[in-house]
Each structure stands twice: as structure tokens, then as C-alpha cells.
């Protein structure tokens, strides 16, 4: 059964750093792009980054850029966000995502399957 399981979300000040993980068994293997959404109280889910399913190229949201960063471990099927330099805007529920291609997409209805989230939460 093909699984999305996040975790590494909590409680951080502005200007601080948190590492989610997404151990994605069955889709860190090459034939699927991997993605970074969150949503925030009352908003629609925003793209954050994404990784190719092929070569492991990256693409990044304009407001994260510079600050977030994903990459994957495909010995361990996972891939992670290593976040820099929080801010309280940054505050919401962090969902990985995989699409059935190899390229990226920034658009959470290019995603298939989704993991449950786990909670940032940036204070100021």
C-alpha cells in the first residue's frame, strides 16, 4: 500500500529552523515527483517545493525561495524540507505529496497521493 507519512513539524521562533521528513515507501524509486504543500487557517493549499522523480531537480515557490530547501534520501524513501529562517507566515500544515510523473508541478491537483500533514507553527 503506497504511503505518505510525514513528521519533524512543531513549535519554532522566527528566524529558526525546523527538517520535515516524508518516509514515502513505494515512490521515492525515480517514477514519481515529489512535492511540498502547507495550508494555512482559512487559505487554499500553496505549493512549496518539488523534486523530479529522475534526475532529483527542484523547484521552489517565490516565498520560500532561498529559505526552504528539499532534497530525498532514496536509500531511506524519504525525502525531506529543510526550512531556514522561519517566519510567522510560514505557520501551517505541512503535507508531502506525490504525483504520478517524473516531472515537477507546482499545483496540488498535479498530486495524487498525500500524506496526513504535520503542524508548523512560527512565533514572533
Known amino acids: 500500500q503506497l504511503q505518505l507519512v510525514e513528521s519533524g513539524g512543531g513549535l519554532v521562533q522566527s528566524g529558526g529552523s525546523l527538517r520535515l521528513s516524508c518516509m514515502a515507501p513505494?515512490?521515492?524509486?525515480?517514477?514519481?515527483?515529489m512535492g511540498w504543500f502547507r495550508q494555512a487557517p482559512g487559505k487554499e493549499h500553496e505549493a512549496v517545493s518539488c523534486?523530479?522523480?529522475?534526475?532529483?531537480?527542484?523547484m521552489d515557490e517565490d516565498s520560500v525561495k532561498g529559505r526552504f530547501t528539499i532534497s530525498r534520501d532514496m536509500s531511506k524513501n524519504t525525502i525531506y524540507l529543510q526550512m531556514d529562517g522561519l517566519k510567522p507566515e510560514d505557520t501551517a500544515i505541512y503535507y508531502c505529496?506525490?504525483?504520478?510523473?517524473?516531472?515537477?508541478?507546482?499545483?496540488?491537483?498535479?498530486?495524487?497521493?498525500w500524506g496526513r500533514g504535520t503542524q508548523v507553527t512560527v512565533s514572533s
Open positions: 513505494g515512490f521515492v524509486k525515480g517514477y514519481y515527483a
Open positions: 523534486i523530479t522523480g529522475d534526475d532529483g531537480a527542484t
Open positions: 505529496a506525490a504525483r504520478e510523473f517524473r516531472t515537477c508541478a507546482l499545483s496540488q491537483f498535479a498530486y495524487k497521493y
